[in-house]
């Protein structure tokens, strides 16, 4: 090859001047770039991975407990209520038929209606207090699960892991990948002092 190119330039020095010219700024050009792509490759490599089950952190987690005995009794609280309520509403109904005779026929519809609007009234007040139990405890788990992903973030760092997994992404990982238990047990320490607060439904006007 040598010996083709001292051949080749003898004969045709200007093409083998332009033709060196050409495979020097080749040179010159592709270093940068194999250089830029080793770079890449190292930037997205990765080698350490963890698996976590948040879902089960979640549930088993101290704060979700707490949170459902609160919320449990505060259900509690409500039912008694609105069992008086309804005595109260069977009273209301055993006397309004009990009048239904001494009183007139408009004014005994006009107490009919009042009744009603009474009724409508106690069954609006279950569903908004049952939807304030709800969105309590939708509220709790998204706290829970913000300060969760949190610590998986904090452990990773730690162990120097690459990537997080969520455990149902994958269908084969060693045991030794799951880091679980650690975050659940972080967690439980971070809210050993958490407090739930459920916020009363606003009372409508015929309350």
Known sequence: MH????????QNPLRYLILALAMFWMAVFLMPLSAVAQDAGERFSFQRVAVIDLARIIRESEAT???RALLDSKSEEFQK???EKEVQLLAKEKELKARQSLISDEAYQEEVRAFQRDVAAVQQDIQNKRQSLDRALQQAQDKI????TTIVAERASELNIDLVFKEEQLLIFRNQLNIT????ERLNLR???AQLEISEP???KSE
Request: charged letters at 40%; aromatic letters at 14%.
């Open 145 to 148: 699960r913000q300060l969760a």
């Open 3 to 10: 010996f083709y190119l001292d051949k080749f330039s003898a």
């Open 65 to 67: 407990e707490r949170v």
């Open 191 to 193: 809210t050993k002092d």
């Open 202 to 204: 606003t009372k409508t």
């Open 181 to 184: 238990d650690d975050v659940l």
């Open 81 to 83: 209520e609105f069992a």
